[in-house]
């Protein structure tokens, strides 16, 4: 993910810290939610990456401040437990008005950008925010459509809980379908509730396990993860508002 664009990290509010790059231009804004391992040197990766393709990325910490080794199991749900839901939606707002202010995002449209953990927020925060939101792309994030009205944490489940009609954003879910831990039936839910409430959506799914976009654990697939990223980008262009246009080589 080496793009030569350098990731800055900063206080934009008492308690909320961001990884953050831009183009030289106004950009559309994409809001990076991370994984269950903390803001960690990954997603300043990411965050370049997105930035280098014509974005204002933004990557605020959930954790604070806390970042979890990946062999660290016991610890990252730790840290997600402790992760309200309330608490997420709180900090994209926050994001959204701090990147409003800025000349690269005056005004621009915000989409969101979930891996893991953070793709079950980025559902949440496109159903909490509404017209805030105008793309929603979740990776990979558990429990979103899990059978039930609560999750095996205790946890509302999104497609059952709160106002699916309050979307407006156009959703993109990207699942591995190798994945012990989100079943196809989990797939199925998401497609006949969004279904029912005739939202646009996509969902794309790979031959590959749970977090396979991720370059750092053993469980990478580079080739699902190049497809991903090019579907991820091309879902973007088409639907935010001036959005960057060329032949850049989404991958």
């Not at 269950?36 to 370049?48: P, R, T, Y």
Request: include cysteine; hydrophobic fraction near 40%.
């Amino acid at each position: 993910m080496t793009t030569g664009i350098t990731t800055k990290r900063m206080t934009i509010d008492p308690g909320v810290l961001i990884s953050a790059a831009h183009p030289a231009e106004k950009s559309p804004i994409v809001i990076i939610l991370h994984e269950a391992f903390g803001l960690n040197s990954h997603f300043d990766d990411v965050v370049s990456h997105v930035a280098s393709h014509g974005f204002f990325a933004i990557a605020p910490d959930l954790f604070n401040g806390r970042v979890i080794d990946y062999t660290d199991m016991a610890g990252a749900m730790e840290a997600v437990g402790g992760c309200s839901d309330d608490k997420v939606v709180e900090i994209i707002r926050k994001v959204i008005q701090w990147a409003h202010r800025q000349p690269e995002g005056a005004g621009a449209p915000v989409a969101l950008l979930g891996f893991c953990m953070g793709g079950r927020l980025a559902f949440i925060g496109a159903r909490e925010l509404g017209a805030q939101i105008t793309s929603a792309v979740c990776c990979y994030g558990g429990g979103i459509g899990a059978e039930g009205d609560v999750d095996r944490r205790g946890r509302p489940v999104p497609i059952a809980a709160g106002n699916l009609n309050n979307i407006s954003a156009s959703l993109m879910f990207i699942y591995g379908n190798q994945d012990a831990h989100i079943p196809p039936a989990e797939h199925a839910r998401i497609v006949a509730k969004l279904g029912e409430h005739q939202k646009p959506f996509v969902l794309e799914t790979y031959p590959a396990g749970h977090g396979f976009m991720s370059d750092r654990p053993n469980y990478y697939h580079p080739a699902c993860a190049r497809d991903a990223w090019l579907q991820i980008f091309s879902h973007l262009l088409r639907h935010m508002e001036d959005a960057p246009s060329g032949g850049a080589d989404y991958q």
